[in-house]
């Protein structure tokens, strides 16, 4: 697999076709002007700010300026680094500088002209900006294939992980164990799978099954409980939720998303749409996988992300009234495994009305379901830590390639200075973008007679 999945990812350009490359420019127009609507941003962490803009407590700009800080990092470390080494565009690359222009923009017909100018730059830009990359004496880019390994197979252990900080260290132990049987056995058995598939679809239903088991269990012990003092759950409900303000404000932001359903229709059958594609992946492993040609493994890393993401997403839209871009992200799934674009548009659609219409329901689900909750939370954390150690190991190994000792040097170098000085470039996207500033200042110092590109 390792061979064949770097000539694969070698060969994988971002030559698109003329369909994905207006599909990609009309999409990041919708995406620009539903974020200057104030509807939906993808950034999890600018969603909280939104309620106060909604309701005109701070100003367009104040927003805007949130957005970029909390972004920029992101959009620069993270997502061009990723999509130049993979030759598969991703979410931080497309909509994170469209939530960004649609905050920007201070007229409604301006934004989508931003966002369209910004989906331009990036299918005739980023293209460009590869082929000069390639042709350079250091070609960083090609070194930076190298990440694909580690973060395929590092991503893998984030359920075991999320096992171990929940449920302890036997059962992350127990977990630990059963999905390196199942990647060895998968190796063995499936060459052709990727290795981590199977132990990872193991790994996420043992963590819901272990947050079910002691919910249930907790919910008889609280009825029991009830039941002893005489009362039941029934007698106190209806008065806490009539003087819950909490509820209240869900109940208004779910009403105002509603509103809009149609727009929110068409956003989900343009993700859905570019997923089918299979020029764009909704993750760090899902890209690599997709440039490899994996197309159900990446659909079923995608589906185990969403387990992590579904709490966030609805509890920060039902408390900030706005929604996100790529919904509960079950569109890229569904979209990578569509077999054509017609039928993407229409179950992209689908998808997106039922989540929306569904959102108050998810909400007082959750609410009943405290280790749930807490099971997405860890899954979150164990998705970043695993994605962070694969990703610096991963650019180690980028820097080697493409300079030996002296490369290591270089970009160990640059991403220790990130941290001593309080990470100004974020955790995850420093490593990446080190490895770019790594390899100009290798192809400087060829140019300047001082060092020899490491060979083969």
């Keep these: ?268 059958a343009g993700v859905c749409l570019l997923a089918q594609m299979h020029i764009f992946g909704g993750g760090e492993a899902t890209s690599f996988l997709i440039a490899k040609g994996h197309i159900s493994e990446a659909a079923q890393v995608d589906f185990y992300r969403v387990f992590g993401f579904i709490p966030l997403i609805a509890t920060t839209a039902l408390a900030s009234g706005a929604y996100g871009i790529a919904g509960f992200t079950l569109v890229y799934p569904i979209g990578y495994l569509m077999p054509n674009p017609v039928l993407a548009v229409v179950v992209g659609a689908a998808v997106f009305a039922i989540e929306v219409l569904a959102l108050s329901y998810i909400g007082k689900v959750l609410g009943k379901l405290p280790s749930v909750r807490d099971s997405s939370e860890h899954l979150r954390n164990a998705i970043t830590d695993s994605l962070h150690l694969a990703i610096l190991f991963g650019s180690l190994m980028a820097a080697n390639a493409m300079g030996a000792g002296l490369g290591i040097l270089i970009v160990g170098g640059l991403y220790l200075l990130n941290e001593a000085m309080g990470r100004p470039v974020v955790r995850m996207a420093a490593a990446p973008a080190a490895v770019i500033v790594g390899g100009i200042l290798l192809n400087v110092l060829y140019w300047l007679d001082l060092f020899t590109p490491v060979k083969g």
């Design 1 to 268: 697999m390792g061979t064949t999945g770097t000539q694969l990812a070698a060969g994988a350009g971002l030559n698109l076709s003329l369909p994905q490359q207006l599909t990609v420019i009309v999409l990041c127009a919708l995406t620009a002007f539903i974020s200057h609507m104030a509807l939906a941003v993808f950034n999890d962490g600018v969603r909280p700010f939104m309620l106060d803009f909604i309701h005109g407590r701070t100003t367009r700009s104040a927003t805007t300026a949130v957005s970029f800080g909390l972004s920029a990092g992101f959009i620069f470390g993270l997502g061009a680094p990723m999509a130049l080494s993979s030759g598969v565009l991703n979410p931080w690359l497309l909509f994170l500088p469209t939530d960004i222009l649609g905050l920007l923009s201070p007229k409604k017909w301006l934004a989508p002209l931003l966002g369209a100018g910004w989906g331009a730059v990036v299918v005739f830009g980023l293209n460009g900006a590869n082929e000069v990359a390639h042709d350079l004496p250091v070609d960083f880019l090609t070194a930076m294939q190298q990440m694909s390994t580690p973060i395929l197979f590092l991503f893998t252990l984030f359920p075991v992980l999320a096992i171990t900080k929940q449920f302890g260290r036997v059962w992350g132990a127990v977990a630990g164990v059963v999905e390196l049987v199942l990647v060895v056995a998968t190796m063995k058995l499936w060459p052709d799978m990727f290795a981590g598939a199977l132990a990872m679809a193991v790994g996420v239903l043992m963590l819901i099954g272990l947050a079910v088991r002691r919910d249930l269990a907790q919910r008889k012990a609280d009825r029991a409980a009830e039941a002893a003092r005489g009362e039941t759950a029934a007698d106190q409900d209806p008065a806490q939720a009539e003087d819950d303000p909490m509820a209240s404000l869900f109940s208004a932001s779910a009403t105002r998303l509603r509103r809009y359903l149609p727009l929110f229709m068409l956003l989900g």
